[in-house]
Every structure is written in C-alpha cells, then in structure tokens.
C-alpha cells in the first residue's frame, strides 16, 4: 500500500490543523489495516502519536497528545485524519502515516508501509 500525508503547514500556539493520509495501490481493502500516526523532531527518534483500527472502532493514543488530537479514519475515502487542536511548540515535528495489515492496537506498534511525512510547524 502506498501513503501519501498531507495538511501540515506553520500555525500559532493554540492552533489547530488536521492531517491526512490517502492510502492507494494495494491489492487489500483499505479496512483490513491498521493505520497510525507517528512523529519525528529535529535531533529525536521517531515517536508513536496515535493509531486507530481498522474498523475505526478502537484507538490510541500517546499521553501527550490526549484530549488535543484525534485519530479518524473514512474506508470508503481510503484515508486517514489526525485532527490536533490546541497545538504546542513541543508538537513541532514531521508527521508520518503508517499501515499494517491486520494490524492490532496496543504496543508494541510494528507498521510495515509509511508515507513520506508530512511538517509541522508550531510557533510560539
């Protein structure tokens, strides 16, 4: 499966964005997967942020970001959101979507297929 992120940009403090993610080119529904969201800021490793099943009846999310960002998905758009509202500096990061095949909630997350990110920029 191929994923392509969209939807970052710079905003305030406070601010709110929403991300997508458009899943194409694989030979599976799009409701098989699992998909999720992770993170990368400059000079820290990669960071699970929030991950959704495939049915969309289940998520997860990192502490950090609970009760500001949310995880939703339209199987018949082949697409994934993450909306974030009240937006922090310490949210600045490349954002990247990723998808496992009949992948499960709950860490360990393992996610085979990635987009190319996504940036996001929060200014102080």
């Known amino acids: 499966v191929q994923l392509q992120a969209s939807g970052g940009g710079l905003v305030q403090a406070g601010g709110s964005l929403r991300l997508s993610c458009a899943a194409s080119a694989s030979g599976r529904p799009f409701s098989l997967y699992g998909m999720g969201w992770f993170r990368q800021a400059p000079g820290k490793e990669r960071e699970f942020v929030a991950a959704?099943?495939?049915?969309?009846?289940?998520?997860d999310y990192t502490d950090s970001v609970k009760g500001r960002f949310t995880i939703s998905r339209d199987n018949a758009k082949n697409t994934v959101y993450l909306q974030m509202i009240s937006l922090k500096p310490e949210d600045t990061a490349v954002y990247y979507c990723?998808?496992?095949?009949?992948?499960?909630?709950?860490?360990?997350?393992?996610?085979?297929?990635w987009g190319q990110g996504t940036q996001v920029t929060v200014s102080s």
């Open positions: 990723a998808a496992e095949y009949q992948g499960r909630l709950g860490p360990p997350y393992e996610f085979h297929y």
């Open positions: 959704i099943s495939s049915t969309g009846g289940s998520t």
